[in-house]
């Protein structure tokens, strides 16, 4: 046999060989490339969280020079008569949330999530605080008459983004 024969042979693997260094190169290429996506992504996310909460630090601070026109939406219904009758055996001064179908029915009437929500209730009203980030809500049910009136007012994008940084009603 030559010598260039002897050299293009190809020695046998044994059983307990192992694997070649193409394919640890791989699997290890795949994983960085991995940790490198994911690095990238999570540091643009924590910039733009970084830049909004500096921006809204600023409107914070400057909070008379910027101009908002509250928008006030009121809605105005009636609670049926079974109902009425059922609120005659709820307490007359409670902070008890509304019974389950009082709730489902402003749910369903007046758009308004008020199940387990705290109540200011007086003989004469029920009233619910609807706080919301960047507005405010409540809703008041007359107890002798049935009128619910729900009103939501809202301060705008910067007032929202505002309410975010301090955590109020987030």
Do not use: C
Request: hydrophobic share 40%.
């Amino acid at each position: 046999m030559t010598e260039l024969a002897a050299q293009n042979q190809i020695e046998p693997t044994s059983r307990g060989a192992k694997k070649p260094k193409a394919a640890l190169n791989g699997a290890r290429s795949f994983w960085l490339k991995q940790l490198h996506s994911w690095h990238w992504i999570s540091a643009a996310v924590s910039l733009v969280g970084m830049i909004l909460f500096a921006v809204t630090g600023i409107t914070l601070n400057h909070a008379a020079s910027i101009p908002a026109e509250p928008v006030t939406v009121e809605q105005t219904a009636t609670l049926p008569a079974p109902l009425l009758q059922r609120l005659a055996a709820y307490p007359q001064e409670t902070t008890e949330p509304v019974p389950d179908a009082v709730a489902r029915w402003s749910a369903e009437a007046l758009k308004v999530q008020i199940a387990g929500r705290p109540t200011e209730t007086t003989p004469e009203e029920i009233y619910v605080a609807l706080p919301i980030p960047g507005g405010d809500g409540w809703l008041t049910i007359d107890r002798a008459t049935g009128e619910a009136v729900h009103e939501k007012t809202t301060r705008g994008w910067i007032a929202y983004l505002n309410d975010l940084h301090k955590g109020r009603n987030a």
